[in-house]
C-alpha cells in the first residue's frame, strides 16, 4: 500500500491497543487534545522528537504512558508493534488472511492481548519468530525488528547498495535489506557519530519518528527517474524539502558522498576501444542510480569512450554548484567545453560530436541514459552551454 494511502488511516495506529487486558505501559492514557509538549511534562518543543511525538500523539498512533508523560526514552516490545500493524490493517479493510487460532509461538497464547495479532502478522508475512518457535512479544523491539517490521508492511520492495555507518558490521544479515530500505527512505537515520545502532532497543521517541516518516514521507524510489518532482529530489537528497539545495559546509557535505566504480570504455593509442572502470565520488542516494547509468552506457552498442568522470568537489560555502552536493557529473571536460553561447570557452577546449570520439552527441546515448534516469545535460543550458555536464537538479 503507498504511505500516503496510509496517512489518512494513521488513526487506526493506536498504542491504547485494547480496551482490557494490556499492560498500562502499553494501554496509555487517555488522549488530550494540545500539543505535545503541553500535554507531556517530559516532551518540550526543543527536543528533536517534540513534531513527531506531535503527530503520532494527535493522530492516535501513540498515547501517553500517563496523562502526562510520553516516556520518549522508554522501550517497546515486539507485541506492540505487531498490534499497531495489525490495528492499522483493519481499519484500512487491508486485513489479507485470518491467523489462525491454533498458537503459532510457544509464548504467545490464545489469552494473552496480542495473540490475534501476532497470529495475523505470522500468516500475512509481516513478522516472523525468533526461532525454537518463539516470538517473544514482551522482549523490547530492536531497532534493526523495527525496520523489519515496516520492510515487511511495506512489501519487502527491492532494494540495493550497501550501508555507509561505522557499525554496518554489526546489522545482521537478515535485517540488512530492511535497514538499507529504512535509511533510504529516511524512515530511520543514524544516532551519533556515524552509527546506525541496529541491537540497540527502539525507544518510544525513535518509533514515534519512524512511524511518522513511514506513513507521511513518499515512497522514494531506489533508482532516480525523470518523473521525479522536484519535492521528491530534495526528500531524496536531504530528507526533507528545502529553502535552497546547498550544505551549510564541507564537513556535512563529505558525510553525503560515496565512491562508485563504474564500467568505461576508453580508446588506446591506436583508437582502439577497450574496457576499463573509473571511481567517482558521488552523493550516496545517487550511487545505485550512477551505477546503473555508466553499466547502461557500457552495455550500449555505442561504445561511448570515456577517459574522465568528475563528481563531487565543494567549491565553497556560497556556491550554487551541484558539485557541492554530490549531484553532478562532467564527462571528458576539454573535449565537451563550457562556453558562452558565442562560444567563448570557459572551461575545457571544444564541443565537436561526430569528429571527435569523446564529445557527447546530443542524440546519443550518454545524453539519452542520464536524461532517462532524471539528470539534465548541460548542453540544454540557456545562458550557457556545459557540454560536459550532467546535473540531477538540474543546474
Not at 173 to 180: H, M, S, T, V
Request: aromatic content about 14%.
Amino acid at each position: 500500500m503507498n504511505n500516503f494511502a496510509r496517512r489518512g488511516a494513521a488513526v487506526a495506529l493506536s498504542l491504547s491497543l485494547l480496551a482490557g487486558g494490556v499492560p498500562e505501559f502499553a494501554q496509555g492514557a487517555e488522549r488530550i487534545p494540545g500539543k505535545a509538549e503541553e500535554v507531556f511534562d517530559d516532551v518540550c518543543a526543543q527536543d528533536w522528537f517534540c513534531p513527531y511525538v506531535q503527530y503520532v500523539y494527535e493522530n492516535g498512533i501513540m498515547q501517553g504512558t500517563s496523562e502526562t508523560t510520553f516516556s520518549p526514552y522508554a522501550t517497546m516490545t515486539r507485541g506492540m508493534v505487531a498490534q499497531i500493524l495489525y490495528n492499522q490493517a483493519k481499519e484500512t479493510d487491508n486485513i489479507g488472511e485470518m491467523g489462525s487460532e491454533t498458537p503459532v509461538f510457544s509464548d504467545v497464547q490464545a489469552d494473552q492481548w496480542y495473540f490475534e495479532a501476532v497470529q495475523w502478522a505470522y500468516a500475512n508475512g509481516k513478522a516472523s519468530g525468533v526461532g525454537n518457535g518463539r516470538f517473544e512479544p514482551e522482549r523490547q523491539v530492536t531497532r534493526e525488528e523495527l525496520a523489519m517490521f515496516l520492510y515487511r508492511d511495506a512489501g519487502q520492495p527491492y532494494i540495493g547498495g550497501k550501508l555507509y555507518f561505522s557499525d554496518a558490521n554489526q546489522v545482521d544479515g537478515w535485517a540488512k535489506n530492511a535497514i538499507l530500505w529504512a535509511v533510504h527512505q529516511k524512515v530511520m537515520s543514524g544516532t551519533d557519530n556515524n552509527h546506525i545502532n541496529p541491537l540497540g532497543s527502539a525507544l518510544r521517541s525513535e518509533a514515534a519518528t519512524m512511524f511518522q516518516r513511514y506513513l507521511t514521507v513518499p515512497t522514494i524510489a531506489y533508482l532516480t527517474s525523470a518523473e521525479e518532482s522536484e519535492e521528491e529530489r530534495e526528500i531524496r537528497i536531504f530528507g526533507r524539502t528545502v529553502d535552497s539545495c546547498r550544505y551549510p559546509n564541507s564537513q556535512t557535505a563529505e558525510a553525503n558522498q560515496t565512491w562508485v566504480r563504474v564500467p568505461v570504455w576508453k580508446l588506446d593509442s591506436n583508437g582502439s576501444k577497450y574496457s576499463s572502470t573509473l571511481d567517482v565520488q558521488i552523493h550516496k542516494e545517487l550511487a545505485g542510480s550512477i551505477q546503473q547509468i555508466f553499466q547502461e552506457i557500457y552495455d550500449s552498442g555505442e561504445q561511448f569512450p570515456i577517459y574522465s568522470v568528475g563528481g563531487y568537489n565543494w567549491r565553497g560555502d556560497t556556491s550554487s554548484s551541484e558539485h557541492c552536493l554530490g549531484t553532478a557529473l562532467d564527462i571528458n571536460p576539454n573535449e565537451n567545453y563550457q562556453c558562452k553561447n558565442d562560444g567563448t570557452a570557459i572551461v575545457g577546449k571544444y564541443w565537436k560530436p561526430n569528429e571527435d570520439p569523446y564529445s557527447i552527441p546530443a542524440d546519443g546515448i550518454v545524453v539519452k541514459t542520464f536524461e532517462k534516469y532524471g539528470f539534465r545535460w548541460g548542453g540544454t543550458f540557456r545562458n550557457s552551454k556545459n557540454y560536459m555536464h550532467f546535473s540531477y537538479f538540474g543546474t
